[in-house]
């Protein structure tokens, strides 16, 4: 027994223990079959009763000892498998599998049949000893018969048992548990046609989606407050008055006062069409910013929908007809919510300001930046980049009333060199482009290269991308080159330079 204990140390302790096993079972000089005898009982006495059998041949004894006494003295000196732990057993199995030439056929059945019988076996002690019995098996046999697969597959008993309640069983699917009995008896038609029940009313809300856009294929806008009681819109229409008339100057009390008034009328009716008829953006924007100070709190907790939709109704208007520096009030507000709730000034600040039909302009660009630098992860902005450049319809994405969506929203990007020195001020945070992303932005680069040639920013924003991003570009070489080449600034034939030592291997 003792000469093993190297071996069971070996599958003790080491990560790789099947190549240490093997490597240690050449260089040392023992019979594998004495190895498997300290493992199994079963292969243990059939081992005791042949040597018994070749001595008897060889020389008959002069008093014979009882087989029963001759197999309890060699039972003293093994260790059963079943005795160690499940990680040991799968290693011990795995090296079986590996070295089964080594080791007798039938004793690898025996072993691995007796396992598969243990109750309450470990998973991965199950796997191993079934991939020993299909290494070891001959033509068309298996031990035993085991329900082993039919077990595996089998519903968990929790799923099974789900009938005994009414509840959904899993609370973000359509699925009954009335469902689930059909379907593990094989009554699968029934779920087939509530799944396409569900898909045909997923193709009903895209045809009134389509049923929405022009001939362009661009949105109509849509009249939300036509969905609002008449009593709830009468109550809407005296607030507008109400804000209209706000003195700039006026108390903070009656701002307060009329705030809660809004709040409360968005919680009984859809809050889109609700700040739809009272137009907070026709307010002058210092009356606006303190509505919308007391509307959103720094330490209120408010979900994304209308946090989106109060945002693009307060703050956004005033930033798309943007065309001068933007005041202190409206700068410190716009970067205040921005850093409080990114997500949702994600979509209804940056995105619309983005995709502004006239393009971004110098003004613009600088809030962006500065909302880039300041309030922004670099994860926040790789994932923006891959939506602006790869997705079909951005006005999909955007949050905004349906009078600006038709008036300012474009669906795709609109080139200027403020847009341009957006996207380096956004590379320029850390941020990590796939190969579509990088792809998408050489092809849109190049549609725009002629409009641009004599664009210090353009050909400078290109010098960039090669700088950070030259791996991705490598493939885009003689796409970059051709634009460069039809650059006319100072600084292109350093760019056609930095081009030409690009190696495309």
Known sequence: MEEWVPLFNIFLHSRSAEGEASFWMQQNSMKASTFLAL?????????????????????????????????????????????????????????????HLRFHKSDLRLLGTNILKQPNLDFWVMKSAKNLLNTVRGDGLWPVHLDIDDEFNALPQWLKDGNVNDRAILPWLPLSPQSVSRITSEKVPRAMEEFFELKEEEMVDQVMDDSLRNEDGHLEPVSLSS?????????????????????????????????????????????????????????????????????????????????????????????????????????????????????????????????????????????????????????????????????ESLSKVVVCQPCHRKDFISDCLVWTEPLIVLFQNMLNQNV??????????????????????????????????????????????????????????????????????????
């Open 227 to 391: 969905e609002l009681e008449p009593s709830i819109r009468a109550r809407a229409l005296k607030l507008k008055e109400e804000l209209l008339s706000f003195d700039e100057h006026g108390d903070a009390i009656r701002a307060s006062h009329l705030a809660d008034e809004i709040r409360n009328l968005c919680g009984l009716a859809h809050t889109m069409s609700v700040l739809g008829i009272i137009e907070p953006w026709k307010a002058d924007n210092e009356t606006a910013l303190r509505i919308l100070n007391n509307l959103v709190s720094e330490n209120e907790s408010c979900d994304y929908e209308r946090l989106s939709q109060v945002m693009c109704s307060f703050l956004l208007p005033s930033l798309l007809v943007l065309n001068e520096p933007a005041s202190r009030l409206l700068m410190s507000s716009t970067l205040k919510y921005a850093k409080l709730h990114q997500s949702a000034a994600a979509d209804a600040i940056f995105l619309p300001l983005i995709l502004r039909n006239e393009g971004v302009n110098v003004h613009i660009c600088d809030v962006l930046s500065r909302i880039v630098r300041e309030c922004m992860h670099s994860v926040q902005l790789s994932s923006l980049c891959q939506k602006l450049l790869t997705e």
């Open 39 to 99: 493992l199994t009982r079963d292969v243990l006495y059939y081992q005791a009763s042949a040597q018994q059998h070749q001595r008897a041949a060889e020389k008959p004894p002069s008093s014979p000892p009882s087989s029963s006494s001759q197999a309890h003295s060699v039972v003293n000196k093994c260790m059963w498998i079943e005795t160690l732990p499940n990680a040991m057993q799968s290693k011990i199995l795995s090296f079986l599998t590996i070295e």
């Open 432 to 505: 990590y482009l796939t190969e579509d992303t990088v792809d998408s932005l050489v092809s849109s680069l190049r549609n725009v290269a002629e409009r641009f040639s004599k664009s210090l920013k353009f050909v400078n924003f290109i010098i960039f991308l090669v700088g950070r991003y030259g791996s991705l570009l490598k493939v885009h070489k003689f796409t970059l080159l051709s634009m460069a080449e039809n650059t006319d600034t100072f600084i292109s034939s350093s760019l056609i330079s930095k081009l030409n030592g690009f190696r495309t291997g």
